[in-house]
């Protein structure tokens, strides 16, 4: 309501204060007074545009100005009525853009950096609207806008420095089957050789336990410390040869600037396999990414991390290094739709071991909210090509995976959630020992206090 009413006061001020003197030989000016150079075409187009402004369809001056923005992006009245017309129309991010582009032709230009105010304010970053609207103060404006820039400044500082922390802790229940349990080829011979039944894909109903907590702590409203982590146990009652148990941890900073945002942390895991130390791995990651409209995000990533086995398997021992290029679209407050490409390699450790190979692939993803409740699904494919020969065969694996997996929450009390997914697994190998299919059905309850 404050940003509505103060769009309404303080615009109308501002196409008083500020006359555009279209055409004009002079060079643009700061102050109260912005003067461009423009034809006719374009008096009209800006003309235009303006009088839907102030008619409040902001809708029909984006319709207007969007197409054109390649022609005059840099003229700093059309980048002004731009940035109003994404701010009213709800596309902050591209809002921010246009105005901040005003603003460096025309570093004085009072009535784009009101509305930069006003888009910094409606992005949550508070940190730097509130010294634009400070300096509008200094310029004496009219009353009216006066008014306007002293409620934005009073919302401001009555917000809290800084958000409260939240510490998130959980325990989970699943029960479910698995095809495969222990991700083996269904084939009991292999070079004719017959196989340990340890090593034949085996089908068991499984029970998992966890418990763990997320916990952030906010240093401003722009970035925040992020710390979580979990314990479990899975009990596979017909194949407990391959009974695990996982304990994670993650931790690092995420952060948002405008329309960049980022995170930086690292993780690890130690697992163990029917009682005893089986794998660990240790690494970082980094992600930085930018909104490039007011729906799409680009981000790249990259992952590094040391991937380690019981010292019987330290033939497996690699170093891991991967990078992503991720577009997301963002259908709603809570809805994603993503594409990522992936790429990387593991390093192989041990001389001789022929577990070095290079990574590529893509995956599809979908979160979408249902009321209270969530939907997710997933696709991907993976290609891992190994960099020497297994049984005197060169290999290369193609896994696919899915999942799909819906979130009810607070199914019978508050905070209890009732988590059913379906986890497909086909990994193609020219090597058969290592070709295998994997269906696993779960039902998960979660519960969070609040």
Same mark, same amino acid.
Do not use: C
């Given at each position: +309501?404050? /940003? ?14 500020? @006359? ?25 187009? $800006?003309?235009?545009?303006?009088? !839907? ?9 984006? &319709? ?13 009245? *059309? ?5 109003? @017309? ?16 005003? %603003? ?9 950096? +009101?509305?930069?105010?006003? @888009?910094?304010? &409606? ?34 500082? @009555? !917000?809290?420095? #800084? ?60 970035? /925040?410390? *992020?710390?979580?982590? #979990? ?24 952060? !948002? ?6 995170? /930086? ?28 409209? &007011? ?24 170093? #891991? $290094? $991967? ?6 679209? !963002?259908?709603?407050? %809570? ?6 490409l992936i790429g990387g390699q593991d390093d192989e450790q041990r001389v001789g071991s022929p577990y070095g190979n290079d990574k590529f692939g893509g995956r599809l993803s979908l979160s979408a909210p249902m009321g209270n409740d969530s939907l997710f699904l997933a696709a991907g494919l993976l290609t891992s090509d190994y960099d020497d020969l297994f049984y005197g065969v060169p290999r290369e694996d193609d896994q696919l995976t899915a999942v799909l997996q819906a979130e009810?929450?607070?199914? +019978?009390?508050?905070?209890?959630? %009732? ?12 090597? /058969? ?10 039902? +998960? $309850? ?5």
């Amino acid at each position: +309501m404050l /940003a509505a009413a103060g769009r309404a006061i303080g615009r109308v001020a501002i196409f008083a204060m500020f @006359a555009i003197l279209l055409p004009a030989a002079a060079p643009a000016q700061s102050g109260a007074t912005l003067e461009v150079q423009a034809d006719a075409a374009t008096q009209a187009l $800006l003309r235009d545009a303006e009088s !839907r402004i102030a008619a409040s369809d902001a809708a029909g001056a984006w &319709d207007l100005l969007s197409p054109r923005e390649a022609e005059f992006a840099g003229n700093p009245y *059309y980048d002004y009525l731009l940035g109003i @017309a994404a701010l009213d129309t709800g596309r902050t991010s591209q809002a921010i853009f246009s105005l901040q582009r005003s %603003l460096a032709v025309e570093p004085g230009f009072s009535g784009a950096r +009101m509305e930069l105010a006003r @888009a910094y304010f &409606d992005a949550g970053n508070t940190d730097q609207a509130r010294p634009l609207f400070l300096t509008l103060l200094d310029e004496n404006p009219p009353p009216g806008v006066r008014g306007v820039l002293n409620r934005y400044i009073a919302a401001i500082d @009555a !917000r809290p420095a #800084r958000p409260d922390a939240r510490f998130a802790p959980f325990v989970e229940l699943t029960v479910g089957h698995d095809s495969n349990a222990n991700g083996s080829t269904d084939n009991n011979q292999f070079l004719g050789f017959t196989l340990s039944p340890q090593n034949v894909a085996t089908d068991s109903p499984f029970g998992e336990i966890g418990a763990g907590f997320n916990y952030s702590r906010p240093k401003s409203n722009q970035s /925040a410390w *992020y710390l979580g982590g #979990r314990a479990g146990h899975r009990h596979n009652s017909d194949a407990s040869f391959i009974d695990s148990t996982v304990v994670s941890a993650v931790g690092g900073v995420s952060w !948002r600037r405008a329309a960049l945002f980022g995170r /930086a942390g690292i993780d690890g895991y130690w697992a163990a396999r029917d009682g005893n130390s089986n794998e660990t791995y240790a690494g970082a990651d980094l992600l930085v990414g930018r909104a490039v409209s &007011d729906r799409w995000d680009l981000s790249l990533g990259v992952r590094a991390g040391a991937l380690r086995y019981d010292d019987l398997i330290d033939v497996l021992d690699v170093n #891991r $290094l $991967l990078a992503s290029v991720r577009a997301s679209y !963002r259908f709603s407050s %809570l809805g994603r739709f993503s594409f990522e490409l992936i790429g990387g390699q593991d390093d192989e450790q041990r001389v001789g071991s022929p577990y070095g190979n290079d990574k590529f692939g893509g995956r599809l993803s979908l979160s979408a909210p249902m009321g209270n409740d969530s939907l997710f699904l997933a696709a991907g494919l993976l290609t891992s090509d190994y960099d020497d020969l297994f049984y005197g065969v060169p290999r290369e694996d193609d896994q696919l995976t899915a999942v799909l997996q819906a979130e009810f929450r607070d199914v +019978m009390t508050e905070g209890l959630s %009732l988590v059913p997914r379906i986890r497909y697994v086909d990994n193609d190998s020219d090597v /058969a020992l290592y070709s295998y299919d994997r269906v696993e059905i779960g039902l +998960m $309850l979660r519960w969070m206090p609040r």
